[in-house]
């Protein structure tokens, strides 16, 4: 899912390609995506842009007349710039949204159509669409510390929750962890202030730093290659390779549609965390520390 560094440098590039553009055309491929009536969709259609911004991991479009589409590309969901009227892919094209200069394609590689698109009209019924979460890159310490210990979660699902901190998801939480050298199931509410700081200064250098690589990446042209899986990553989708801290094998935990990544040396102190599934069915035989894991490695 793009997640705050995605997304910004989406926004950058759709606000140099098409601010002050007009939207002569949207063409839908799926009925699934336009998940609002009033206004109607074809309302933006004529419409100039007059901007981007952004709502946690999500798009807002600002059009004149106090018009504005927020779109979700949830999992799956990717943004092309192409060709004036590319047709849409039966398969995976969701919608195309046609200028003069260009069709903005939107996709979603995925059966699970879940990538979504309101219009509304008026910044009330935009502030309706934002969940509240904190933009850490424009926070103090303190405001970053009473929105982690607002609820008493594990740091993972603290980070992720658009409600607490705005833009962070399941990839770039897990490199966050990491750099902080955190454990993802730590409570909040056992984090002391000390961890707190390194916490919220491993947010901003990693927002900042992968932000800056995608930009650097993408230059002048438009993000073709947006996904979660990057080489440069310190572990997240990087199991069973060595960390590059530490040098023993990444962990993982799987979960629902995702994995969380983690180094157990760096972040658990060796403790190997229980896999929800597979500890089930080892029961007293799965390994509690990555010594015992290397140790049966080595028998086997």
Known sequence: MPE??????????????LKGEVLLELRLASPFLVRSYDPPVSSIEGKRV????????????????DLFAVLHLMIAGRLRWKAPGVSVSRKVGLAAFDFEAGSLLLTEASTK??????????????????????????????????AIRRRNHTLKRALTDQTLLSGIGNAYSDEILHRARLSPIRWTSRLDDAGIARLFEATRAIITDWTER?????????????????????????????CPVCGKPVQRIRYADNEMNYCALCQTDGKLLADRSLSRLMKKDWPRTLDELEERKGKG
């Open 4 to 17: 705050l560094p995605d997304v910004a440098v989406y926004i950058e590039r759709l606000q140099a390609l």
């Open 50 to 65: 007059v901007g981007f911004r952004r709502i946690d991991k999500r798009i807002v479009w600002e059009f004149e007349d």
């Open 113 to 146: 159509k879940r990538a979504s698109l309101y219009v509304v009209r008026g910044e009330a019924a935009l502030d309706a669409h934002d969940r509240g979460g904190l933009e850490v890159m424009e926070a103090t310490l303190s405001e970053f510390s009473a």
């Open 214 to 242: 995608f930009r650097e990446e993408v230059g002048d042209g438009f993000p073709d290659k947006v996904t979660a899986f990057r080489p440069q990553m310190a572990v997240h989708g990087k199991y069973g390779e060595p």
